[in-house]
């Protein structure tokens, strides 16, 4: 992921008034909307993301110490500094800051590092809105630190550390966000597996478009959006070992959906679970399991070119988010409506809802009515900052991250 790479005038401006030098390098890595395989990466089974245009950007010049210097375009954002190493204690709970040093840490811990650099960032990824603009900004700052020592590690490898590394903010995530990041290819969603990690490249047909748009709900990961999505994932591990006990498994072989969907099919485990499991536990359980077959099937449409089928599954997936995992809300139900009424053959939420985006899908002749169904029936009603490209797009499958020297 090494590039030869221009800096962005603006960035290169803003560096050279913070640190009266020139950037001598640029980091960048993407964020992603996922298409679908939601709340599953946590339990060990694929999901099929694909990465975004939108992105986050890092000038970077390597210093002579062990700190990090970091300031970004957005002045709501203030700037920061901390010491490289691999214990870095961390700001207060939701500080933009211990995304950096997230990453640091991880790659101290890893690779030893010790040298530091000044950094100037900016971001093109919508914050909160479950396009994962916070494992963007971890893979983004793990490539400075690694292009500020040298090293060029493998994505795969860089994915796995960061996805244990960005636990630091306190969010127990799943592998998927910084995997895309890190190794997406352009033209391609991706079937992404772990332990272990690997990523399957799989082209999105040309004539279809995926639409993002916001539900100007904001899914903060500091705040109730962090406590409601640790819930979920341990109420997902606790009906596990429910059916894996019921089942007579020995736990310590069934550590995992994936562990245990190799051991029975899908269909025995919700028979029991339907038997043994009730209320919330029984909800989650259904929706891991069911979620895992429609990426399977998923992935079979994409390839065989058959948008419909895509589609219907994307709307299955909804349904299962909203009444059995539980994190839709009023604003991402509406869109999800509103973008089927204007044509569009699925939609569904992405990311880890209770707030943040729609992905919706149509072909290539129908996108612009989705897009203009959504501008008049969700967005002419409310208030926004921006511009209406701030908050509703077409997705552009793109390239993983890269760093590259000036
Ligand atoms: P977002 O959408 O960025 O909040 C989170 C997790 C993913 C995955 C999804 C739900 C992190 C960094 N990301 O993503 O691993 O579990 O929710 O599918 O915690």
């Not at 748009?213 to 994932?233: D, P, T």
Request: proline share 5%; aromatic share 6%; with cysteine.
């Amino acid at each position: 992921m090494e590039t030869e790479d221009t800096v962005p005038e603006d960035l290169e401006t803003a560096f050279r008034e913070r640190y009266q030098s020139s950037p001598s390098h640029l980091a960048r890595a993407p964020g992603r909307v996922n298409l679908i395989g939601e709340h599953i990466d946590y339990a060990g089974l694929p999901v099929f993301p694909m990465a975004l245009q939108r992105e986050v950007r890092i000038a970077f010049r390597p210093r002579d110490d062990s700190l990090v210097l970091a300031a970004t375009t957005d002045p709501s954002y203030a700037p920061c500094h901390f010491e490289i190493s691999p214990r870095i204690e961390p700001y207060d709970d939701g500080d933009w800051g211990n995304y950096l040093k997230a990453a640091a840490q991880g790659m101290a811990a890893a690779y030893g590092i010790e040298r530091g650099f000044d950094a100037v960032i900016d971001s093109t990824v919508p914050v909160a809105a479950g396009l994962s603009s916070s494992s963007a900004m971890v893979i983004a700052t793990a490539l400075a630190a690694a292009g500020s020592n040298g090293l060029e590690p493998d994505p795969i490898e860089l994915a796995e550390l960061m996805a244990e590394a960005e636990q630091y903010v306190g969010t127990r995530g799943g592998g998927m966000d910084q995997a895309i990041s890190a190794g997406a290819r352009a033209g391609c969603a991706a079937r992404v597996e772990f332990t272990p990690l690997r990523i399957a490249a799989v082209p999105v047909p040309t004539d279809w478009r995926f639409v993002v748009a916001h539900s100007l709900v904001q899914a903060h990961k500091s705040g109730g959006a962090r406590e409601g999505y640790n819930r979920r994932r341990a109420e997902t591990e606790e009906a596990l070992a429910r059916v894996v006990g019921y089942l007579e498994l020995p736990a310590s072989d069934v550590l995992s959906y994936r562990d245990l969907l190799e051991r029975v099919s899908g269909s025995e485990a919700m028979d029991v679970a339907e038997e043994r499991l009730e209320g919330d536990l029984l909800k989650r359980f259904r929706h891991v399991v069911t979620e895992n077959e429609r990426v399977v099937r998923a992935e079979v449409a994409m390839r065989s070119g058959s948008l419909d089928a895509f589609g219907m599954l994307m709307n299955g997936s909804h349904a299962s988010l909203a009444a059995d995992y539980q994190v839709s809300i009023p604003e991402l139900d509406e869109l999800v409506g509103i973008a089927r009424d204007a044509g569009a053959v699925g939609a569904r939420l992405t990311g880890a809802g209770m707030g943040g985006c729609i992905v919706a899908l149509a072909p290539e002749g129908t996108v612009n009515r989705v897009v203009e169904g959504l501008a008049d029936g969700f967005y002419s009603g409310r208030e926004w900052g921006g511009s209406l490209e701030d908050h509703m797009f077409v997705a552009e499958p793109s390239e993983g991250a890269s760093v590259g020297r000036m």
